[in-house]
């Protein structure tokens, strides 16, 4: 069990004892797996070795069959993290919109930040299901939800020690760093997101079960490797029909292959001695 206070413990150790005794047929084992897949991890801890150690418990007593602890706290090394394009879903934020006003005020910054490079309005497009498919929507639309719980969370009191993120993401850490202006960042999310989408179709992503070591063996000419996500979980890029049969061969050598959703474009850059690096903008 655990507890923000000894008083708490107690009086909980005291409601399981009742419970216990009102119910002799339970198994103490069944009983100790329910609670832990349930606890709520509070800093003070306590283990019962039996009911016995219940009952010593609820009169704010110690014994052998009673081990008790408290967790360090440990203050600040807050991050903050910001995920890219694929953590939308469609009514996002809209209860957060009517139910917390810092929410909602940041959602208008951002909201008239984004409308003079998009021309449309955020509140119009966080329901449609159709339109927070399109590139050129939803990326601007996730770079604005994050920023506005990170509005939020500080407001909470969560003043983070570092902030990162990926892709647009990125974009909404520099402006919660301060590195951007709040319109600065509205300006790069939805310029980029526009290019993208007139690019839209030109290439695919296709995320093998492979090592990084793997991939690079496994894949020729006409592919890159856009993002290392584990030890086993490549994605790479490349035209849409390259991938189709990169997809086929996989499935042949028994490889696990999957197409993602959304398109991106292929990037080609070569590193300082000449050799080939992959990447992608998605």
Known sequence: MS??????????????????????????????????????????????????????????????????????????????????????????ARELVDGSLVFAARMDECGQALESFTGWRLADVLGDVDVLERTGVVQPVVWAVVVWLAAVWRSLGGVPDAVLGHFQGEVAAAVVAGALLLEEGACVVALCARTLGVLAGCGGMTSLVLSARGVRAFIGPGFSVAAVNGSSSVVVVGVPEALAVLEALAGERDVRARRLPGSCVPVKCTDRDGGRVGGSAA
Do not use: E, K, Y
């Open 3 to 92: 507890g923000r206070t000894p008083a708490a413990l107690c009086a909980q150790a005291a409601r399981l004892a009742d419970w216990v005794d009102g119910h002799p047929g339970s198994g103490l084992v069944d009983l100790g797996g329910s609670l832990l897949s349930s606890c709520t991890f509070f800093d003070r801890r306590v283990v019962s070795l039996g009911v016995d150690g219940l009952r010593v418990l609820a009169v704010g007593g110690v014994g052998d069959n009673v081990v008790i602890g408290r967790v360090a706290v440990v203050v600040g090394r807050m991050v903050f993290v910001f995920p890219g394009r694929g953590s939308q879903w469609v009514g996002m």
